[in-house]
T-cell receptor, first 115, second 111 residues
Framework: DTGVSQDPRHKITKRGQNVTFRCDPI?????LYWYRQTLGQGPEFLTY????????KSRLLSDRFSAERPKGSFSTLEIQRTEQGDSAMYLC?????????????FGQGTRLTVV | TQLLEQSPQFLSIQEGENLTVYCNSSSVFSSLQWYRQEPGEGPVLLVTVVTGGEVKKLKRLTFQFGDARKDSSLHITAAQPGDTGLYLCAWRGAGSYQLTFGKGTKLSVIP
């Protein structure tokens, strides 16, 4: 297994366009997380899936953001009507296990630039 | 929301020097994690500390959890250019799987 994979690595889009990012977690990891990181900040939690169920959502996840994990494997994060403030690194992470399985492995991220 | 304060925000040192970075909160942590993030990459977990007073070593890195579990430190001995990166501490709340990160300490080790 090569770890958590994110695609694309970089995305430049015009304001108002929609973008979609993909995350492939480590196989057999049942938990998947999305975080957003802006310059000079640590990652901020967006949402969390256990298998295909979205169990936690941050208030940062506005109505323009939607995340899915339809078959409990890969996940997508869509941003509609992008704004310049959406420019950030979008990180995906996965983990496995019961209550103690919270060692999250992060992907390399998708860097979004909204112009 | 439990806030994590990391200090210093930036640190630039010469190769071979020792350094310590800190992670503090006014509240008690159930556990604390330290990550290192290189430019353009995702964070990589270094260690998890759980018990007050706990000390863990990872080669030249020494992690300490405060006795009251409100603070933690990371000490690097004989820093090398490969240690350059953003050092983040993170906390997971009871009953939640989301991690709350500090802003990090950006370390530059100059050859």
């Amino acid at each position: 297994d090569t770890g958590v994979s994110q695609d694309p690595r970089h995305k430049i889009t015009k304001r108002g366009q929609n973008v979609t990012f993909r995350c492939d977690p480590i196989s057999e990891h049942n938990r998947l997380y999305w975080y957003r990181q802006t310059l000079g900040q640590g990652p901020e939690f967006l949402t969390y899936f256990q298998n295909e169920a979205q169990l936690e959502k941050s208030r940062l996840l506005s109505d323009r953001f939607s995340a899915e994990r339809p078959k409990g494997s890969f996940s997508t994060l869509e941003i509609q009507r992008t704004e310049q403030g959406d420019s950030a690194m979008y990180l995906c992470a996965s983990s496995y296990g019961g209550s103690g399985g919270v060692e999250a492995f992060f992907g390399q991220g998708t860097r979004l630039t909204v112009v | 929301t439990q806030l994590l304060e990391q200090s210093p925000q930036f640190l630039s040192i010469q190769e071979g020097e020792n350094l310590t970075v800190y992670c503090n909160s006014s509240s008690v942590f159930s556990s604390l994690q330290w990550y290192r993030q290189e430019p353009g990459e995702g964070p990589v977990l270094l260690v998890t500390v759980v018990t007050g007073g706990e000390v863990k070593k990872l080669k030249r890195l020494t992690f300490q959890f405060g006795d009251a579990r409100k603070d933690s430190s990371l000490h690097i001995t004989a820093a090398q250019p490969g240690d350059t990166g953003l050092y983040l501490c993170a906390w997971r709340g009871a009953g939640s799987y989301q991690l709350t990160f500090g802003k990090g300490t950006k370390l530059s080790v100059i050859p």
